[in-house]
């Protein structure tokens, strides 16, 4: 068939294809991120708050690490590492080939963390300072990225979400942890801080491109959910 005849159908492909949401011009949830941002914050008392026995994240780390999928050799972006709660886990099981971008929008979050792989050897993990927009790694640089309590922390999701996927390998793997929102049954404070619930996330995910795999039982999690998305 001459090329001219596949023109037709060129253009009809292009005409039904969505898609993705411009990048956000405006804040979804501003000052959200004031508190991380402060060139005097306490890294001393996230660490009681993040990593402490009260948080449930924090007691279920494993299991959720473990939804991951990380083996020998593989490259994780631990997007909001915060203090590292994660870190020596992923780090063991990305093992000498593979690295952990710990990536985070607090200066003084990454100053600790780099405080943390000296004093507890991660040689296989790398701090990247990421910006409001961008979690600013190479594009197909990495085949998971984990996010845990930080989507709702995303001020630009749509922008911050076209470069996790830039970032993603061809079939890798988006894990995200967030907490649930739902009326009489959530806390005020958490009804305030998380601006929307599972549903809407999972929606603007995909509208980002990214396809919804599962969204497993994790041992140990109440106040949280976990989805997995394939780029």
């Avoid at 005409?15 to 941002?37: H, Q």
């Avoid at 929102?181 to 929307?196: D, K, M, Q």
Wanted: glycine fraction near 10%; include cysteine; hydrophobic fraction near 45%.
């Amino acid at each position: 068939m001459p090329p001219r005849r596949l023109l037709p159908l060129i253009f009809l492909f292009a005409a039904c294809a969505t898609p993705a949401p411009p990048p956000e011009t405006e804040s979804v949830k501003p000052g959200i991120n004031e508190p991380y941002l402060s060139a005097d914050v306490d890294v001393d008392n996230y660490v009681q708050r993040f990593e402490g026995e009260s948080r449930e994240i924090a007691r279920a780390a494993g299991a959720i690490a473990a939804c991951c999928g990380v083996g020998p050799g593989d490259e994780i972006a631990d997007v909001g590492a915060g203090t590292g709660l994660f870190e020596p886990l992923f780090s063991a099981a990305a093992g000498p080939s593979g690295r952990v971008y710990a990536v985070d929008l607090s200066a003084g979050f990454i100053a600790h963390l780099g405080q943390r792989r000296a004093a507890e050897g991660w040689q296989n993990v790398e701090m990247v300072l990421c910006t409001e927009k961008s979690v600013e790694l190479p594009r197909k640089s990495v085949d998971v990225v984990f996010l845990c309590d930080t989507y709702h922390h995303f001020e630009y999701p749509q922008a911050t979400l076209a470069s996790i996927r830039s970032a993603l390998r061809p079939g890798g793997l988006l894990v995200v942890v967030d907490f649930k929102r739902v009326e009489g049954l959530t806390s005020e404070w958490l009804l305030g801080h998380v601006r929307a619930g599972q549903e809407v996330f999972r929606a603007e995910i995909e509208a980002a491109g990214f396809e919804f795999v599962d969204s497993p039982a994790v041992a140990g999690l109440e106040e949280n959910y976990l989805m997995r998305f394939r780029r």
